[in-house]
């Protein structure tokens, strides 16, 4: 079965002595490797401000914090997304203000985001999901013009890019996931890209219980709430070692995800994803649109495939029940999404063999 998902880690030729050199070094914790990696992440991304995290979710957490957000406000969010984009805000005390879809791309759609702008809008959640960028023309000017910040959620978005700057650069908050199953992982992790200088340093105290590592323990003083969300040096080396090759990585995912787009033309009951002007995705999963789903799911695992829309629409969960609103495009996008494996494990035979099987029909 060609896997939908698959986690990569460098060779243990490579990967082991290193792991080794920090395991034995007698410091594990936050430390050396840790601003290494921020270091060398800001370098891939482009960005200035790095600051890594122990989830994806974390990131989210400290950027929905840097904006501002409090019980009782809004946050203008998509359910096309995995849970923790959404779980996380609520965990803020926010109410999530669900946003409709652009159904060419399935990313959150700024016109009905600009409609459902109010008083109590704090933050905008959007989500470069499957590695497709979204409309970032379109919210930056709604973050310009509302004064409302966006925070983009690039977990699934490494190496996509807009205007030939990576993701990471174009708002004042951008979030990565380094979970098992992303482009690049250290087991578990996340960073966030900041803008404003003084919001990282902020950003440094709120990820270890407020306390600043600039100065002994007996002369801190807690002024704001912290967490515990810092990395490790153990979780630094591995994606130290990873960014050595990360590019090769994303390009394979890419190279994949255009032969696709290439190939899938015009082939009977299937619908492509299109993207913004400008923009390149990093096809994190390739995305369709498939009439007859489930026959589709069921023909390409007869043929030795994995296929599936793998994220539930968040909406339909409990937890978000106060949030509950008529979303068209949701609606008639979950009933045809579709996920191809894309990643660097599909090889020119394996994609040659999916789209073959895709044009047979189902």
């Known amino acids: 079965m060609i896997p939908l998902i698959k986690t990569l880690l460098p060779p243990k030729e490579i990967l082991m002595p290193r792991l080794e050199e920090i395991l034995y070094s007698g410091y594990i914790a936050q430390g050396e490797a840790v601003d290494q990696f921020e270091m ?40 096309i997304t995995a849970e923790p984009t959404n779980t996380v805000i609520a965990q803020t005390g926010a109410k999530i203000i669900w946003a409709d879809i652009d159904p060419n791309t399935g990313n959150i759609c700024p016109d009905d985001v600009e409609r459902k702008i109010t008083s109590k809008t704090k933050a905008i959640m959007v989500v470069d999901y499957a590695g497709i960028p979204v409309n970032i023309k379109r919210f930056q000017e709604i973050e310009k013009k509302y004064g409302v910040s966006v925070i983009e959620d690039a977990a699934h978005a490494l190496g996509a890019s807009y205007e030939g700057e990576k993701l990471g650069n174009h708002f004042k908050y951008t979030t990565f996931s380094f979970q098992a199953i992303k482009h690049l992982t250290t087991v578990d992790g996340g960073m966030v890209c900041i803008k404003d200088d003084a919001e990282y340093e902020q950003a440094k105290l709120i990820r270890w219980f407020g306390i600043s590592k600039g100065v002994s323990r007996l002369e801190n ?5 912290g967490y515990k969300y810092h990395m490790n040096n153990i979780n630094a080396t591995i994606g130290l070692v990873q960014l050595e090759t990360i590019q090769s990585i994303v390009d394979q995912y890419i190279d994949n995800g255009k032969y696709f787009d290439k190939a899938l033309q015009n082939v009977a009951g299937v619908q492509l994803m299109g993207y913004y002007d400008n923009s390149e995705p990093s096809y994190w999963l390739y995305t369709m649109k498939v009439e007859r789903r489930d026959a589709f799911v069921q023909m390409m695992a007869d043929n030795g495939v994995m296929a599936s829309e793998l994220h539930k629409r968040n909406d339909l969960h409990s937890i978000f029940s106060a949030s509950k609103c008529e979303l068209l495009n949701v609606d008639a996008f979950e009933k045809e999404w579709v996920h191809i494996p894309c990643g660097w494990w599909v090889s020119n035979e394996d994609r040659e063999e999916i789209v073959s099987l895709i044009k047979k029909g189902w």
């Not at 482009?46 to 809004?74: F, Q, T, W, Y």
Request: proline share 4%; charged share 20%.
């Open 40 to 79: 060398e992440f800001s370098k891939y991304i482009g960005c200035k401000n790095s600051l890594s995290v122990n989830s994806g979710s974390s990131a989210l957490h400290v950027a929905l914090i840097l904006a501002g957000v409090k019980p009782g406000d809004e946050v203008i969010s998509t359910p």
């Open 221 to 225: 003083d807690i002024k704001a709430q």
